[in-house]
């Protein structure tokens, strides 16, 4: 398997990691119990994580030839919380 595509999987599996840390944890330590400075540090981190998502999908959507409804399916994924780890499976090659 290329590189590229290696690293995009890992960037998928910790952006999604990262969204289910933020929901799961983070947010209520911030909501219930006041303790906000995990909101800040995953927060940050999930930020970017996305970032680097969206450019790796597009970055797939060229080098996989993908279609622009795959590529916006797999964008809109970013957005779910195990949306990343079913475009990994779905729409990346094993």
């Given at each position: 398997?290329?590189?590229?595509?290696?690293?995009?999987?890992?960037?998928?599996?910790?952006?999604?990691?990262?969204?289910?840390?933020?929901?799961?944890?983070?947010?209520?330590?911030?909501?219930?119990?006041?303790?906000?400075?995990?909101?800040?540090?995953?927060?940050?981190?999930?930020?970017?994580?996305?970032?680097?998502?969206?450019?790796?999908?597009?970055?797939?959507?060229e080098k996989l030839n993908w279609s622009f409804k795959t590529l916006m399916i797999v964008v809109l994924c970013s957005i779910l919380p195990f949306g990343p780890f079913y475009a990994d499976?779905?729409?990346?090659?094993?």
């Amino acid at each position: 398997m290329d590189n590229s595509i290696k690293a995009f999987k890992l960037i998928s599996i910790l952006e999604a990691i990262s969204f289910l840390v933020l929901l799961l944890i983070a947010m209520p330590l911030k909501y219930i119990w006041e303790m906000p400075e995990m909101v800040r540090i995953v927060g940050m981190a999930h930020g970017i994580l996305f970032v680097l998502y969206v450019m790796g999908a597009y970055w797939m959507y060229e080098k996989l030839n993908w279609s622009f409804k795959t590529l916006m399916i797999v964008v809109l994924c970013s957005i779910l919380p195990f949306g990343p780890f079913y475009a990994d499976k779905k729409y990346l090659p094993a």
